[in-house]
């Protein structure tokens, strides 16, 4: 019995060393600067102004 224990912890042993692994990543990129430009955006609200502008001073035309 007991040299069968001795075996199977041997054996266990040899199966958790086995089992091991190391890993190792080395990289040698590198990291650009990313420029960051302003946005310009216009937006043309001419119509919305003067169809505005129409509805205000058209109150006061009719009103003379």
Avoid at 24 to 48: G, R
């Amino acid at each position: 019995m007991q040299p069968l224990r001795v075996l199977l912890c041997s054996l266990l042993l040899l199966l958790a060393v086995s089992c091991r692994t190391r890993h190792e990543v080395s990289t040698t990129s590198t990291v650009a600067p990313i420029e960051i430009k302003p946005i310009h955006i216009t937006i043309d609200i001419n119509l919305k102004v003067d169809k505005a502008l129409d509805d205000f001073f058209g109150d006061i035309d009719r009103a003379r």
